[in-house]
């Protein structure tokens, strides 16, 4: 029987189960990759397993998320990391380095192989034909103490490419394309597989932007097959030994077949505030720019860089656009800098900016009031860019460039009268490795630094046999691990729960955190009540980890995200879906609600889910509520969350 790529990887990193679509297994992991800040929990969280280093194929610690400094917490951070790294055997990228899927893309992805990042861009590695996950920081620290990770047998789509991308459509319509069709709620445990005859038109660069924003459709990752192209940019990056040639054994091997001819696709762009909103260019046309931004871990490649480059040559920034430019790592900033194009930035009046997360994460360059911002990168929730009341777009380089010299939104396929620059740059990548830090064989005498922000992870408790307590707070659809865990200005609270937990929900109610804790102090459990797609957006385990120092016992939705579900699992919060979704309607923010016999429950593992009954003490009704666990997750849950299960 044929294979996708998907499961013919999988298969080969099988560990424990049974490789049949929804069944939990535990795949190998080669490679694990975390950022600052995640990374910092990720490695307190290994620390405390006592190993004395990692040992897991390849284990590499990025520094690119915080890198604003305002105030010592990140710089501290930043030491911490560079230490830890030394001691246990992973591999340091100092701070200028550039944005970790991007850097990890240049110098360690390899087709075939299995990648965990504590992020959730890391399926980003999928343009090298690996099965590439982003989970939260625990998993990464227990993957990196060598032990397997479980996923549910995927179900594979297989997007069938055919033709050739006209000239100014790029791979981020591609992906919008994808995003407009299959949208950014209810892909869970679901792979996107690219295939057929438009892939080869499709370089590792433009491959990997779109399985990047693969992330935005839920899915667990997303993949391209390994062919000439990938084995060229190994060569270039002096990695073609790590070449091998993977394709799927045919159209047959996948469960839903999706088909997009790259001729016919339009520009498109992500409309405020989801990824998911996506309209042609051509419908917003004309709409004043306020703000363009260029970078991110979407489209931060030489590729991408050097086309912008090339349009914006001999025009400058019209005079009410602020432009932005972040090159996504250091081998693109100096291949940049040697082509003449860094000059041609200058000379446009672009605004350089530091090869790191920056803008994306609302580090920095928030847009004015009711401001119009046009980005190249992946979310554009609302408030993510530190203005609640701006309108992000996210737009193709493309895009993003023509629109900055008119000053208004333009569509690439108008009469914009800026001709399609010809293929140039430099043909080879300058590859150099200086700004990593390569560990020592033996770290054992490394002295770890931990600055004052730096604190010990919290320990959780067993789950409780009954979970009594208030609606602390009910919510709405999609709501994001941006809403739950605000980053921008509050990300570098991120080795201090304490702090950090003060600022849980701070969008969505910033009383939620006194309010949670005059319960503690009453004995009483927190719960929340939410609706479809909760925890959408990134990996931040924080968004599990607060809520646990909070007291919430248990979170009642109309359904979970992926990682989001894994994290809250991880530390020790029952996820409970509505069985019938009309029940979220009956019940109130304050109402007092009480689930029963819970450890009793737990013992009764189905695969299709444990139902628990829930009484409304408060309306003097019940309603039913399913947990879907695997047999894992509900040791998790038993022993008070993963760290203390690893821990015995
Ligand atoms: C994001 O894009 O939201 C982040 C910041 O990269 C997160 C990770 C984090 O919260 O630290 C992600 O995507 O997982
Ligand atoms: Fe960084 Fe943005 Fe990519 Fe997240 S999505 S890793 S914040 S560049």
Redesign the pocket.
């Known amino acids: 029987m044929g294979q996708n790529v998907t499961y013919k990887i999988l298969s080969e990193h099988l560990e424990k189960g049974s490789l049949e679509k929804g069944n939990p297994v535990s795949i190998r992991i080669d490679q694990t990759l975390t950022?600052d800040?995640?990374g910092t929990m990720a490695y307190l969280q290994f620390e405390a397993l006592g190993l004395p280093r990692v040992q897991n194929e390849l284990a590499v610690s990025y520094v690119d998320?915080n890198t604003v400094q305002v105030g010592f917490e990140n710089a501290d951070d930043h030491a911490y990391l560079k230490s830890v790294a030394e001691r246990y055997h992973i591999v340091f990228s100092r701070p200028g380095n550039g944005i970790c899927h991007q850097v990890h893309l240049e110098r360690f992805g390899a087709p075939g192989k299995t990648l965990l990042g504590?992020?959730?861009?890391?399926p980003t590695g999928g343009g090298l034909s690996m099965i590439a996950i982003?989970a939260g920081g625990l998993d990464i620290a227990v993957a990196m103490a060598g032990q397997p990770f479980q996923i549910i047998s995927p179900k594979v789509v297989g997007i069938k490419l055919t033709g050739t991308l006209r000239n100014f459509v790029s791979a981020k319509d591609v992906i919008l394309t994808v995003l407009e069709h299959y949208g950014v709620k209810g892909n869970v445990n679901t792979v996107f597989e690219y295939f057929g005859e438009g892939v080869k038109n499709l370089s590792v660069p433009e491959r990997a932007t779109i399985c990047n924003m693969g992330?935005e459709a839920g899915v667990t990752t997303s993949l391209f097959p390994s062919d000439f192209l990938t084995e060229e940019f190994l060569i270039k990056h002096g990695r073609g030994d790590l070449y091998r040639e993977l394709s799927s054994d045919g159209e047959d091997t996948y469960d839903e077949v999706f088909e997009i001819d790259l001729a016919r696709i339009t520009p498109k762009t992500a409309a405020p505030h989801s990824p998911g909103n996506v309209v042609p260019v051509h419908d917003v046309e004309g709409m004043k720019v306020d703000q363009v931004l260029i970078g991110s871990?979407t489209n931060s490649s030489y590729q991408d860089m050097r086309r912008v480059a090339d349009i914006l040559k001999g025009h400058t920034v019209h005079p009410d656009v602020s432009l932005g430019i972040a090159p996504g790592s250091r081998e693109v900033l100096m291949m940049l800098s040697q082509d003449g194009s860094l000059a041609t930035f200058i000379a446009s009046g672009a605004r350089i900016l530091e090869s790191a997360?920056g803008f994306?994460?609302g580090n920095h360059q928030s847009p004015g009031s009711n401001a119009v911002s046009l980005r190249t990168?992946?979310?554009n929730f609302e408030g993510?860019s530190g203005t609640k009341s701006a309108q992000v777009y996210l737009v193709s380089p493309e895009t993003a460039a023509l629109s900055a010299i008119a000053g208004s939104f333009v569509d690439p396929l108008g009469d914009h009268g800026i001709p399609y620059p010809p293929k140039g740059g430099l043909s080879e990548f300058i590859v150099d490795d200086e700004m990593f830090i390569f560990p020592p064989e033996d770290g054992s005498g490394i002295q770890v630094q931990r600055g004052p922000n730096i604190g010990e992870p919290p320990t959780g408790s067993p789950i409780k046999d009954t979970i009594s307590g208030e609606v602390t707070l009910k919510v709405t659809d999609k709501i994001t691990?941006?809403h739950i865990?605000p980053?921008g200005q509050r990300?570098k609270f991120?080795s201090n729960i304490p702090e950090y937990a003060k600022y849980t929900f701070e969008p969505v109610d910033p009383t939620f955190h006194d309010r949670c804790q005059a319960n503690q102090k009453e004995g009483k459990a927190n719960i929340i009540i939410a609706g479809a797609s909760y925890g959408q957006?990134?990996?931040?385990e924080?968004?599990a980890i607060c809520p646990m120092y909070l007291g919430i016992e248990a979170i009642i939705s109309k359904g979970f995200e992926r990682?989001h579900h894994t994290n809250l699992c991880n530390f020790g919060i029952l996820p409970l879906e509505f069985q019938d979704e009309g029940d979220y309607d009956s019940i109130d923010q304050g109402d007092e609600l009480v689930i029963e016999s819970v450890a009793e429950h737990l013992e009764r593992y189905r695969s299709e889910g444990i139902v628990f009954t829930v009484r409304n003490v408060s309306k003097g009704t019940t309603f039913s509520a399913v947990a879907r666990l695997t047999p894992t997750q509900i040791a998790y849950l038993k022993s008070g969350g993963l760290l203390e299960y690893m821990k015995g």
Do not use: E
């Not at 504590?118 to 890391?122: E, I, Q």
């Not at 957006?537 to 931040?540: I, K, L, M, V």
């Open positions: 950022q800040a995640t998320h504590s992020d959730s861009h890391t982003g992330a871990c997360c994306c994460i990168n992946n979310r993510r691990t941006d865990m980053a990300l991120r957006g990134s990996s931040r924080h968004a990682i």
